[in-house]
């Protein structure tokens, strides 16, 4: 009986047939643990997408405490967010850390990191894992803007750019532009951060990182009220010589000429249509002052027109209704250039306001133009757009008494 039964199983094992039903038995446990490895990944993977979305909303729940409601809420907040997001405790701890502590923006105090960890889950994997993989996700969040000092905001038209040999240098302070923002030629940017409603382009440094598709930030003085006045103070005021002015309303303008010394008491100065025109070697001084450049008539707007060479210094009030507004154009003003040409002693502090109007830096300038090199050496500006050009120079050395908040918005950067 055995004998018989040996002998069928070996005629069995020497055919084609035997052969390989015996080889398929042999390898149908190792095909089936691959197939259910590759299983397996394939659920690691969906876990992985899961903790990522998890770890975003938490980046962006802190970014979002960061901007409203202060530090101590960023860990909480990002907890929440991402426990919403189908993060579970017991499968993994949350790390959130402000600044980031790795990666493009380590250090950075606008920017929330959130770093989740899970333990995969094994089904046929246990044939080949003796410890599941730990799956490790992160996220960074930026605040866009939010508490930001602002240096320069345009408000349309052309943006804000500089081109040929003009720089702006603003390392303490951030750019915005509700258009586009970019150098050309040889100039260059250097800023704490830069903004832009569309693109950004050129040669750019900043430490807050470039921020395209940012949202439009409104004009943040659009409350600021016109002064009331009737009648005028001077008519065509024209200097060349060495004198003291005070406040008033200038009908028809103010001109310095070369030779000009022109010292302004403290306060408002209104120009009742013509133009400011400060020409080549003519020296203005004023400390507290606001320029107001309106019309009576409703037409004449005023323009302005800084010329090289001349000797500008120029500060705005520190209280008052027109604190920090050093020049102050009227909104119903159609639309012109206002030119602040170069001028190696030119040294202003204060908002120039210019809502509906373009300003323009250009030309034989040097390294104190605009405060590079002054004790005063805070400029801001709020123009429609801003070019600066030539051998100009764009310095923003600013304190926080010149701060113009940005409003919110937070983006996923990491």
Not at 18 to 46: K, R, S
Not at 72 to 95: E, F, H, M, Q
Not at 203 to 208: F, K, L, N, V
């Amino acid at each position: 009986m055995w004998e018989k039964c040996w002998h069928l199983c070996r005629d069995f094992a020497r055919r084609k047939e035997g052969a390989i039903v015996i080889l398929v038995a042999l390898a149908l446990p190792i095909a089936i643990g691959f197939a259910g490895l590759a299983t397996d990944v394939g659920i690691w993977y969906n876990q992985k997408r899961q903790l990522q979305t998890a770890a975003d909303a938490g980046a962006l729940g802190g970014a979002y405490a960061l901007s409203t409601t202060g530090v101590s809420t960023i860990v909480p907040y990002a907890t929440t967010d991402a426990k919403r997001n189908a993060y579970n405790p017991a499968l993994g701890p949350i790390t959130v850390n402000y600044p980031p502590a790795s990666g493009p923006y380590a250090g950075n105090m606008g920017a929330v990191e959130v770093i989740l960890e899970q333990v995969a889950t094994l089904y046929f994997a246990k044939m080949f894992l003796s410890d599941p993989p730990i799956i490790h996700v992160r996220a960074v969040a930026l605040t866009q803007g939010l508490n930001a000092d602002l240096c320069i905001l345009t408000l349309g038209g052309s943006g804000l750019w500089t081109q040929g040999t003009g720089d702006i240098v603003a390392p303490k302070c951030t750019l915005y532009s509700d258009t586009t923002l970019g150098t050309k030629g040889n100039s260059t940017i250097t800023a704490l951060a830069v903004y832009a409603h569309t693109t950004i382009s050129g040669s750019i440094t900043t430490t807050q990182g470039q921020h395209p598709n940012s949202p439009i930030v409104p004009d943040p003085l659009s409350g600021l009220p016109l002064p009331t006045y009737s009648g005028c103070s001077q008519t065509n005021f024209s200097s060349k010589t060495t004198q003291t002015i005070n406040p008033g309303v200038y009908c028809g303008g103010m001109k310095l000429n070369a030779k000009a010394n022109v010292t302004m008491n403290p306060g408002v100065y209104i120009i009742d249509g013509g133009s400011l025109d400060i020409n080549g070697q003519a020296e203005l001084t004023g400390s507290g002052v606001t320029f107001v450049l309106t019309s009576s008539t409703g037409n004449d707007y005023p323009s302005v027109t800084i010329n090289g060479g001349a000797d500008v210094n120029l500060s705005a009030p520190t209280s008052g209704t027109y604190a920090s507004i050093l020049f102050y154009s009227d909104r119903r003003a159609p639309a012109m250039t206002q030119k602040f040409n170069g001028g190696s002693n030119n040294a202003f502090e204060g908002i120039l306001y210019f809502p509906t109007q373009s300003l323009e830096f250009s030309g034989n300038s040097s390294s104190q133009s605009c405060g590079r090199s002054s004790s005063r050496s805070c400029l801001r500006t709020i123009s429609l757009d801003l070019t600066v050009t030539g051998n100009s120079y764009f310095g923003t050395n600013c304190s926080s008494t010149f701060k113009v908040s940005v409003p919110g918005g937070v983006s996923l950067v990491e």
